[in-house]
């Protein structure tokens, strides 16, 4: 859909639709952006206790990478059925059971023995968090208006800046905690584990899966937000004769190009995430919370870039521009953070950040104009569940660098390099649907024909 399609969903002044729409965002951004703060620490707080495990548990670098990295093969695998479900039972139902089996899991941390453990918790961590970013982002797309969905989307995406941000003071002060036989390390699994499930009881009790579900709207607001939703969708698919299918899509250049980006951009950030407190620790005799605090720096950097660069991108329309000039950035600061000692490589990642999460941000308006609303869900399932495996190569393979090399110099350039290429192949993806003519065979469907409807 163009933009001046959007833009006339939502009336301005004071109408029916317009309180609709402000009326969502009020109940329900707030608890996504509390949700993804609290699913991204868990995620990524492995990145502050890795000397205590080794120390305690003897687990090394290269055990280190491959346990941080093996969260998201169980993400990759069960990403898109797990969205599939939410959309076959709820929101409401499916995303309460993700914090919980998230939460129940990560506080399970707190328990690892060895390396096995460690393995077997980390993926199970991933299989229980599948579905829920790509899960929120269809939400959005079943309660707002395209022209609320991008801004919506890009404040729930600056809940992992945020946990970024505080992620490291907080590890690092449950980091201090000592008794009742544990040490440190398993009381910042335990409090952060057991935190998100205690979120999930709210979430069952505040959430509503459709529009219609919903008490704390009126009935003419829901039916005008709901009539609003039905006719892009109806714009939508005028635009195509068929159904489009996953397996149709997946011979889609343009989806496989969305993955290849998606993927390059994960590699960078959870580079950063997993090894930057490692890089800080180098830089002097630190403790756990002044690494917590020096880790935030970079987060609170790329939080002002990501607002930055959406306000730019919003008034000089050229997306792909955006993106690669990002991207660059990001480039051009891992390769910078190959030299000089580890302060200079410090600020450098810090430069770096304001490229990488930029780029994530400014990534999902992208195939979101793309895609068909009928089968954006499972696909945006996809391309985040293939661009999170970046979560899994960048540790592992750094992992496997510092232990078999003592130095993580190659992969800081491989990184550099993966960014330059995203940056010239993001010229290549398109943000407006392609014509019906490419989804459908040539004698696919007879003219005059009646073509069935999803719902």
Same mark, same amino acid.
């Given at each position: !859909?163009?933009?001046?399609?959007?833009?006339?969903?939502?009336?301005?002044?004071?109408?029916?639709?317009?309180?609709?729409?402000?009326?969502?965002?009020?109940?329900?951004?707030? /608890?996504?952006?509390? !949700?993804?703060?609290?699913?991204?620490?868990? =995620?990524?707080?492995?990145?502050?206790?890795r000397t205590h495990i080794?120390?305690?548990?003897?687990?090394?670098?290269?055990?280190?990478?491959?346990?941080?990295?093996?969260? &998201?093969?169980?993400?990759?695998?069960?990403?898109?059925?797990?969205?599939?479900?939410?959309?076959?039972?709820?929101? =409401?139902?499916?995303?309460? =059971?993700?914090?919980?089996?998230?939460?129940?899991?990560?506080? !399970?941390?707190?328990?690892?023995?060895?390396?096995?453990?460690?393995?077997?918790?980390?993926?199970?961590?991933?299989?229980?968090?599948?579905?829920?970013?790509?899960?929120?982002?269809?939400?959005?797309? =079943?309660?707002? @208006?395209?022209? #609320?969905?991008?801004?919506?989307?890009?404040?729930?995406?600056?809940?992992?800046?945020?946990?970024?941000?505080?992620?490291?003071?907080?590890?690092?002060?449950?980091?201090?905690?000592?008794?009742?036989?544990?040490?440190?390390?398993?009381?910042?699994?335990?409090?952060?584990?057991?935190?998100?499930?205690? /979120?999930?009881?709210?979430?069952?009790?505040?959430?509503?899966?459709?529009?219609?579900?919903?008490?704390?709207?009126?009935?003419?607001?829901?039916?005008?937000?709901?009539?609003?939703?039905?006719? #892009?969708?109806?714009?939508?698919?005028?635009?195509?004769?068929?159904?489009?299918?996953?397996?149709?899509?997946?011979?889609?250049?343009?989806?496989?190009?969305?993955?290849?980006?998606?993927?390059?951009?994960?590699?960078?950030?959870?580079?950063?995430?997993?090894?930057?407190?490692?890089?800080?620790?180098?830089?002097?005799?630190?403790?756990?919370?002044?690494?917590?605090?020096?880790?935030?720096?970079?987060?609170?950097?790329?939080?002002?870039?990501?607002?930055?660069?959406?306000?730019?991108?919003?008034?000089?329309?050229?997306?792909?521009?955006?993106?690669?000039?990002? /991207?660059?950035?990001?480039?051009?600061?891992?390769?910078?953070?190959t030299n000089g000692g580890?302060? &200079?490589?410090?600020?450098?990642?810090?430069?770096?950040?304001?490229?990488?999460?930029?780029?994530?941000?400014?990534?999902? @308006?992208? @195939?979101?104009?793309?895609?068909?609303?009928?089968?954006?869900?499972?696909?945006?399932?996809?391309?985040?569940?293939?661009?999170?495996?970046?979560?899994?190569?960048? @540790?592992?393979?750094?992992?496997?660098?510092?232990?078999?090399?003592?130095?993580?110099?190659?992969?800081?350039?491989?990184?550099?390099?993966?960014?330059?290429?995203a940056a010239i192949l993001?010229?290549?993806?398109?943000?407006?649907?392609?014509?019906?003519?490419?989804?459908?065979?040539?004698?696919?469907?007879?003219?005059?024909?009646?073509?069935?409807?999803?719902?």
């Open positions: !859909m163009n933009n001046s399609s959007n833009a006339s969903v939502v009336p301005e002044g004071d109408s029916i639709l317009a309180r609709a729409v402000s009326k969502v965002k009020r109940h329900v951004l707030p /608890l996504f952006v509390i !949700m993804f703060i609290l699913n991204y620490i868990d =995620r990524v707080n492995i990145g502050f206790v080794e120390h305690d548990l003897g687990i090394g670098a290269a055990a280190y990478g491959l346990g941080a990295g093996l969260f &998201f093969i169980g993400y990759a695998l069960f990403e898109v059925p797990s969205n599939m479900l939410l959309q076959k039972v709820g929101a =409401r139902i499916w995303l309460t =059971r993700i914090m919980f089996t998230w939460g129940i899991v990560a506080a !399970m941390m707190a328990f690892i023995q060895n390396e096995t453990h460690f393995y077997i918790l980390r993926f199970l961590l991933g299989v229980a968090e599948a579905g829920f970013f790509p899960g929120v982002i269809y939400y959005f797309t =079943r309660w707002l @208006p395209g022209v #609320e969905r991008g801004k919506a989307i890009a404040i729930f995406l600056s809940g992992s800046a945020v946990a970024s941000l505080i992620s490291g003071p907080l590890s690092g002060a449950l980091l201090q905690i000592e008794g009742f036989g544990f040490h440190g390390w398993q009381w910042m699994f335990a409090i952060e584990g057991l935190a998100s499930v205690a /979120l999930g009881f709210f979430v069952w009790f505040w959430l509503d899966s459709k529009p219609h579900d919903a008490k704390w709207m009126s009935l003419e607001e829901k039916n005008a937000l709901v009539g609003a939703i039905d006719q #892009e969708q109806r714009e939508r698919e005028a635009l195509t004769t068929v159904k489009p299918t996953i397996g149709k899509l997946l011979k889609d250049r343009q989806i496989l190009l969305f993955c290849a980006l998606y993927f390059c951009i994960q590699l960078t950030i959870y580079a950063a995430t997993f090894w930057l407190p490692s890089i800080i620790k180098k830089m002097g005799d630190l403790s756990d919370v002044q690494v917590g605090f020096f880790n935030s720096i970079p987060w609170l950097i790329s939080i002002i870039a990501m607002y930055a660069f959406a306000s730019l991108s919003g008034k000089f329309k050229f997306q792909q521009a955006w993106v690669a000039t990002a /991207l660059l950035i990001a480039a051009a600061g891992m390769f910078m953070s580890p302060i &200079f490589a410090f600020v450098a990642i810090c430069f770096a950040a304001i490229g990488f999460k930029s780029a994530s941000s400014l990534f999902w @308006p992208i @195939p979101q104009g793309y895609l068909d609303a009928r089968i954006a869900a499972a696909v945006i399932a996809l391309i985040n569940s293939i661009g999170n495996l970046g979560g899994f190569v960048a @540790p592992t393979t750094f992992g496997f660098l510092e232990q078999t090399t003592g130095s993580i110099q190659g992969g800081l350039y491989g990184l550099a390099g993966t960014s330059v290429l993001v010229f290549f993806a398109k943000t407006s649907p392609k014509p019906s003519a490419l989804l459908t065979p040539p004698n696919a469907i007879p003219t005059g024909a009646t073509v069935s409807k999803s719902h």
